[in-house]
């Protein structure tokens, strides 16, 4: 029962355009939304957060979007860049301190 | 400051045999929480610790077990390996359960069951 989606293993994007990667969650509980960034060989690095009394969190290159209703967030990276090509994990916990559950990752890649 | 260090950082193990692997978190963490990401998978939660006390657990079989110590460093132990167990082990650790920032992972222990 995978409660936390991420549809598209890879995504491909040109260097100075818009990377928006998506995440679907089936649990109505979930309340606290974080995305994670991986390169191989290291351990997950926290990227942002969002919690769901807001719609919209913004930090520098990186937005959160969160859809309650469609169950549904988005990651937007504007302008991507070459050193943004990492494997993205999004994640919810039910409680803001209760487990991550994560999705499956979408491997980003982003073209010179 | 250190970060999450896991040991050993590669292991090979024989069918059958057990295996344990090591956490430090970060110091002044007293949150621990382990994490398999097999391909396809993403992250499956295995348990998560806090003071020495298993807070949550995944569902994984009971031959995944866990504990943590009081210095909040902690050890996973898997027994009767399985081919399939075959993954990258994540510890992240934070200073109590879910801050805000979210956890601290560590470089991962990639275990090969052959």
């Known amino acids: 029962d995978q409660q936390v989606k991420q549809n598209s293993p890879s995504l491909s994007v040109q260097e100075g355009r818009i990377s928006i990667l998506n995440c679907d969650y089936t649990?109505?509980?979930?309340?606290?939304f974080l995305w994670y960034k991986k390169y191989p060989a290291e351990g997950p690095t926290f990227l942002i957060s969002?919690?769901?009394?807001?719609d919209k969190n913004e930090d520098g290159r990186f937005t959160v979007f969160l859809n309650k209703s469609a169950k549904h967030l988005s990651l937007h990276i504007v302008p991507s860049q070459p050193g943004d090509s990492a494997v993205y994990f999004c994640?919810?916990?039910?409680?803001?301190?209760?487990?991550?559950?994560f999705g499956q990752g979408t491997e980003l890649s982003v073209k010179p | 400051k250190a970060g999450v260090t896991q040991t050993p950082r590669y292991l090979i193990k024989t069918r059958g045999q057990q295996v344990t692997l090591s956490c430090s978190p970060i110091?002044?963490?007293?949150?621990v929480s382990w994490y398999q990401q097999t391909p396809g998978q993403g992250l499956q939660f295995l348990f998560e610790?806090?003071?020495?006390?298993?807070?949550n657990k995944g569902n994984f079989p009971g031959r995944f077990s866990g504990r943590q110590f009081s210095n909040s460093r902690s050890e996973m132990n898997v027994s009767t390996l399985e081919l399939g167990d075959s993954a990258l082990y994540l510890c992240?650790?934070?200073?109590?359960?879910?801050?805000?920032?979210?956890?601290?992972f560590g470089s991962g222990t990639r275990l090969t069951v052959v």
């Open positions: 992240a650790s934070s200073l109590v359960p879910g801050e805000d920032y979210g956890y601290t």
């Open positions: 649990n109505s509980m979930f309340d606290y």
């Open positions: 969002i919690s769901s009394i807001k």
């Open positions: 994640a919810a916990s039910a409680i803001q301190g209760g487990k991550l559950i």
């Open positions: 110091s002044g963490h007293r949150s």
């Open positions: 610790y806090f003071s020495e006390t298993q807070r």
